[in-house]
């Protein structure tokens, strides 16, 4: 018992270099008090009555809870790293780069994110990220972008931007040169513009192709319901009906036909230094076809992505009109600081959905400041994303997507007790 005083006094009052990592730990063997910085660590056993010094990597063995996508033997070296959803190589090479040039790629985080991102933008990965891809109703291109600071808790995002092919490098200029978080359409344009940004169309023959098809199939598939002419039939310009309005459950076509994995590969990208600095990004030109003026998950914080130095990280991808309802990536950085495995964190949000959607696709990436990273996903039946860190360079994983939900009640809060 005597043990317990003195390695609570260890614990607390040991001199952090960095913000510390609190853990309690359960396994069958032992129970344990942890608080770890990058390099130091005392930890209280409760089973044994011992108070013990960590080395980092035994922290990284009590942090690790198995789930996570990391070799045995290597959790000492799981920073910096860089991580991006879906098999987008190039721009996980990009960030990479950045993070492997100088210590450990200090304050490097920023630039990794953004200059990973901007290379998906150049290269229209999937036709999903940068101009090109995704005709809007009216046959436009417009992208959403977020960048966020984990140190700073600061935001630069914009959404519905027309006409400027660098989406990301853009939200950091509101991120660095406003006191603002977000910007959206035509004035997001015109600030860009004011920034040095070239003002150029985003549209390419191939969206033009999508376009014609598009309208020559009567407008299908759309985003519209409760209105007329009967949007599953005809293009618009569409009125309200008169009739009464149908509801969610009824209007499955969305989820069951209109919308696959192949139409919302957003890119959501973590970076984190060896001083666990940590920046999150995004970039998407939404859903083919969406209504004009439609924003997603990416430019929204706790949607697309969520950084905060002293837990982790999370980027999210998929179906955004229904992911931005539930805020997966603030879910699961919020899970993390409660003591969830990054494994376990990536899922909240994921199981959170699938209650009242039961057919959403969508992923959401965590990873905690120590570097370690899982995913999770719903709706596919499995989910790509790539990973740097010093033990390996531009490496593809993929992850098996939950089931479908067995038929589950939600209970509102009040009758749980
Ligand atoms: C990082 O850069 C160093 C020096 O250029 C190189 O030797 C090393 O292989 C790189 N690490 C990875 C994982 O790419």
């Known amino acids: 018992m ?218 299908q598939p759309n985003f519209w319901r409760n209105v007329h002419p009967d949007p599953k039939t005809s293009c618009g310009p569409y009125e309200p009906t008169a009739t009464p309005l149908t509801h969610r459950k009824e209007d499955r076509a969305r989820t069951e036909h209109q919308i696959g994995a192949q139409h919302h590969d957003t890119i959501g990208m973590i970076a984190i230094d060896v001083d666990h600095q940590i920046h999150a990004g995004t970039s998407t030109n939404g859903l083919n076809h969406k209504i004009h003026g439609r924003v997603g998950d990416s430019p929204i914080a706790g949607a697309g992505g969520y950084a905060d130095n002293e837990v982790g990280a999370a980027v999210a991808t998929g179906d955004g009109d229904i992911m931005m309802r539930f805020l997966p990536t603030l879910l699961a950085v919020e899970a993390m600081r409660n003591g969830k495995s990054p494994a376990e964190a990536a899922e909240v949000g994921i199981r959170r959905i699938r209650k009242h959607y039961k057919t959403f696709s969508g992923a959401v990436i965590a990873v905690n400041r120590l570097g370690q990273y899982a995913a999770a996903c719903h709706g596919m039946r499995e989910f790509p994303f790539v990973v740097s860190n010093p033990t390996q360079a531009i490496h593809v994983e993929t992850v098996k997507c939950l089931p479908p939900e067995p038929s589950v009640e939600v209970v509102p809060l009040t009758k749980q007790t």
């Open 2 to 219: 005597f043990k317990i005083i003195i390695c609570l006094l260890l614990i607390t009052t040991t001199q952090a270099s960095s913000s510390p990592y609190w853990g309690l730990t359960t396994k069958p063997s032992f129970t344990s008090i942890t608080r770890a910085t990058s390099d130091i660590a005392y930890s209280y056993n409760i089973k044994t009555d011992t108070c013990a010094t960590l080395t980092s990597a035994s922290i990284n063995q009590i942090v690790a809870e198995g789930k996570v996508g990391i070799k045995k033997g290597a959790t000492d070296k799981l920073l910096p790293m860089a991580i991006n959803t879906w098999n987008f190589p190039d721009s996980n090479a990009m960030a990479w780069h950045i993070l492997n040039q100088s210590r450990g790629g200090v304050r490097q985080t920023r630039n990794a994110v953004v200059e990973g991102i901007t290379k998906c933008e150049q290269l229209q990965c999937d036709l999903a990220v940068g101009y090109g891809g995704t005709p809007d109703e009216q046959g436009e291109t417009t992208l959403d972008s977020m960048v966020m600071d984990g140190a700073a808790m600061d935001v630069g995002a914009v959404a519905g931007l027309r006409r400027i092919k660098d989406a990301i490098r853009v939200a950091r200029h509101v991120l660095e040169r406003t006191e603002h978080t977000l910007l959206v359409g035509d004035s997001a344009t015109e600030f860009a513009i004011s920034m040095g940004f070239r003002s150029e169309s985003l549209v390419t023959p191939k969206t033009k192709i999508i376009y014609k098809h598009w309208k020559a199939k009567n407008c």
